[in-house]
Protein backbone atom coordinates (compact mmCIF):
# COMPACT_ATOMS: atom_id res chain seq x y z
CA UNK A 1 0.00 0.00 0.00
CA UNK A 2 1.39 3.54 -0.70
CA UNK A 3 1.71 5.94 1.67
CA UNK A 4 -0.37 8.24 -0.07
CA UNK A 5 -3.02 5.75 0.06
CA UNK A 6 -2.80 4.87 3.41
CA UNK A 7 -3.00 8.63 4.67
CA UNK A 8 -6.31 8.94 1.94
CA UNK A 9 -7.58 5.41 4.13
CA UNK A 10 -6.41 7.29 7.59
CA UNK A 11 -8.11 10.54 7.18
CA UNK A 12 -9.98 10.58 4.57
CA UNK A 13 -12.15 14.34 4.58
CA UNK A 14 -9.99 17.14 3.97
CA UNK A 15 -10.34 20.30 5.97
CA UNK A 16 -13.56 22.43 5.82
CA UNK A 17 -12.99 25.26 3.86
CA UNK A 18 -14.39 27.63 6.48
CA UNK A 19 -11.80 29.12 8.38
CA UNK A 20 -13.68 29.29 11.79
CA UNK A 21 -14.54 24.93 11.37
CA UNK A 22 -11.18 25.04 11.37
CA UNK A 23 -9.80 26.91 14.10
CA UNK A 24 -12.94 25.10 15.89
CA UNK A 25 -11.73 21.56 14.59
CA UNK A 26 -8.07 22.81 16.14
CA UNK A 27 -9.43 23.88 19.45
CA UNK A 28 -11.06 20.54 19.53
CA UNK A 29 -8.33 18.24 18.38
CA UNK A 30 -5.90 20.66 21.22
CA UNK A 31 -8.48 19.46 24.07
CA UNK A 32 -9.41 16.01 22.98
CA UNK A 33 -5.55 15.40 22.72
CA UNK A 34 -3.69 17.57 25.39
CA UNK A 35 -6.95 17.49 27.99
CA UNK A 36 -10.22 19.86 28.41
CA UNK A 37 -8.27 22.40 30.23
CA UNK A 38 -5.50 23.41 27.04
CA UNK A 39 -4.15 26.61 27.09
CA UNK A 40 -3.68 27.13 23.56
CA UNK A 41 -7.13 25.73 22.78
CA UNK A 42 -8.40 28.75 25.38
CA UNK A 43 -5.95 30.82 23.26
CA UNK A 44 -8.20 29.82 20.17
CA UNK A 45 -11.52 30.28 22.00
CA UNK A 46 -10.45 33.86 22.70
CA UNK A 47 -9.19 34.73 19.18
CA UNK A 48 -12.59 33.46 17.61
CA UNK A 49 -15.03 34.44 20.23
CA UNK A 50 -13.76 37.77 22.12
CA UNK A 51 -15.03 38.23 25.69
CA UNK A 52 -17.38 35.51 25.46
CA UNK A 53 -15.00 32.76 24.72
CA UNK A 54 -15.60 30.63 28.51
CA UNK A 55 -19.22 29.96 26.84
CA UNK A 56 -17.59 28.20 23.46
CA UNK A 57 -14.84 26.58 25.89
CA UNK A 58 -17.50 25.38 28.39
CA UNK A 59 -19.80 23.49 25.60
CA UNK A 60 -16.60 22.18 23.89
CA UNK A 61 -15.49 20.67 27.12
CA UNK A 62 -19.21 19.34 27.75
CA UNK A 63 -19.05 18.00 23.84
CA UNK A 64 -16.15 16.07 24.30
CA UNK A 65 -16.55 14.62 27.53
CA UNK A 66 -20.00 13.71 27.27
CA UNK A 67 -19.42 11.99 24.02
CA UNK A 68 -16.13 10.07 25.55
CA UNK A 69 -18.50 9.06 28.19
CA UNK A 70 -21.27 7.37 25.73
CA UNK A 71 -19.29 6.11 23.18
CA UNK A 72 -18.61 2.61 22.85
CA UNK A 73 -15.85 2.59 20.60
CA UNK A 74 -12.66 4.71 20.53
CA UNK A 75 -13.20 8.11 18.56
CA UNK A 76 -10.28 8.81 16.42
CA UNK A 77 -8.60 12.47 16.47
CA UNK A 78 -5.25 13.48 14.81
CA UNK A 79 -3.09 15.58 15.67
CA UNK A 80 -3.18 19.44 15.40
CA UNK A 81 -1.44 20.07 12.39
CA UNK A 82 -3.14 17.26 10.56
CA UNK A 83 -4.14 18.31 7.19
CA UNK A 84 -7.44 16.35 6.72
CA UNK A 85 -9.51 14.93 9.03
CA UNK A 86 -10.76 11.63 10.54
CA UNK A 87 -14.11 10.48 9.58
CA UNK A 88 -14.80 10.84 13.56
CA UNK A 89 -13.38 14.60 13.46
CA UNK A 90 -15.89 14.94 10.37
CA UNK A 91 -18.93 13.69 12.01
CA UNK A 92 -18.56 15.85 14.78
CA UNK A 93 -18.13 18.96 12.83
CA UNK A 94 -21.03 18.29 10.83
CA UNK A 95 -23.00 17.38 14.29
CA UNK A 96 -21.85 20.81 15.48
CA UNK A 97 -22.45 22.50 11.90
CA UNK A 98 -25.73 21.23 11.24
CA UNK A 99 -27.23 19.67 14.60
CA UNK A 100 -27.77 16.19 12.94
CA UNK A 101 -28.22 13.70 15.89
CA UNK A 102 -27.27 10.45 13.59
CA UNK A 103 -23.47 11.93 13.19
CA UNK A 104 -22.83 11.71 17.27
CA UNK A 105 -24.66 8.57 17.25
CA UNK A 106 -22.27 7.21 14.67
CA UNK A 107 -19.11 9.10 16.31
CA UNK A 108 -19.99 7.42 19.80
CA UNK A 109 -21.75 3.87 18.13
CA UNK A 110 -24.47 4.90 20.51
CA UNK A 111 -28.59 5.84 19.65
CA UNK A 112 -28.59 7.71 22.64
CA UNK A 113 -26.70 10.56 22.27
CA UNK A 114 -28.24 12.53 24.77
CA UNK A 115 -26.11 15.60 25.90
CA UNK A 116 -23.63 14.82 23.80
CA UNK A 117 -25.66 16.27 21.07
CA UNK A 118 -27.34 18.90 23.12
CA UNK A 119 -24.05 20.60 23.52
CA UNK A 120 -23.04 20.14 19.87
CA UNK A 121 -26.42 22.30 18.84
CA UNK A 122 -25.38 25.01 21.71
CA UNK A 123 -22.04 25.02 20.19
CA UNK A 124 -22.94 25.14 16.77
CA UNK A 125 -25.61 27.98 17.51
CA UNK A 126 -22.39 29.58 19.24
CA UNK A 127 -20.27 29.48 16.22
CA UNK A 128 -22.99 31.05 13.64
CA UNK A 129 -23.38 33.77 15.86
CA UNK A 130 -19.87 35.00 16.94
CA UNK A 131 -18.19 33.51 13.82
Do not use: Y
Request: charged fraction near 20%.
Amino acid sequence: MSECSRLQSLLPVPLPSNSAQRSLLVMLRRMAICGLRDARATQLAMSMFGVDFREALGLARCLLHETALISKRSIHIATCCTPRMTRDEALMLDAIVTGDRTAISAVTDNDEPGRAWMAAIALGELVKARC
